[in-house]
């Protein structure tokens, strides 16, 4: 029996540790993603000591209410594109009606980026974030960071990405410059924050609503039922926060 159980617990070891070389070569769906990785994103720290900067590493932050039980935004902007005011209203709604935080939603509006150059690759993008972030994830409150910048460098038709599991950014020159969206132009930026939020919740993308994969780009039709998540994305966050 002991040397049964021996035996199982080197196996185990064995693929603990295979699951942490697959971390750190960034490969996804294996045995720790499936079964524990959940466990340990659960904590900023140990994400940081892991590695564990995925879509959906941050989704303990934003759906679990008593560790952080406040949602924090942090939004820096690109000099000249600054998001609508109406935008950010809409934003604070919405977000809190997603993820229900006791203590609420804030907006933060915190620096005015001066740069020059007319497009940013996702390395500059962090970049940004290193040099203008101020607030992160602690106890009793989640943050989303978002930054609002002109282009996208490698695929100039995005209108946003994630970055990291808390960071969000927007291309904003690149939704205002597509004019056959013009009239939706505030529903377009909060759509786009939207569904990146629902990336960082761990949602894939869906064949309706927000989640769709056409309103991350400019050259789709989109419609108002884009502007927010489909019935069965919302059963999804449903779920996911009865894990927490």
Known sequence: MKIFRGVIGIICLFILILSFIFIALKIRNNFFDHNYRHFFTQSPFVRKILNLHDYGDAQSDYLGNKKFPKLLIEIDSLN?????????????????????????????????????????????????????????????QAVLYILVLTTSKEKPTSVGTTFSETGIVVFKKTIEDTSNLIEYQREM???????????????EHSKQGVMAEKVEVVNSKISESDFWFSEEDLAKIDNLKSKY
């Open 189 to 203: 930026e909060e759509s786009t924050i939207y569904h990146e939020f629902g990336h960082l919740l761990g949602l």
């Open 80 to 140: 000249g594109y600054e998001l609508s005011k109406e935008t950010l209203e809409g934003l604070k709604e919405r977000l809190q009606e997603i993820c229900q935080k006791p203590s609420g939603v804030e907006i933060k509006e915190d620096d005015t980026i001066y740069e020059s150059q007319e497009n940013f690759s996702v390395s500059e993008v962090r970049d940004l974030e290193k040099t203008f972030r101020d607030y992160y994830t602690e106890s009793g």
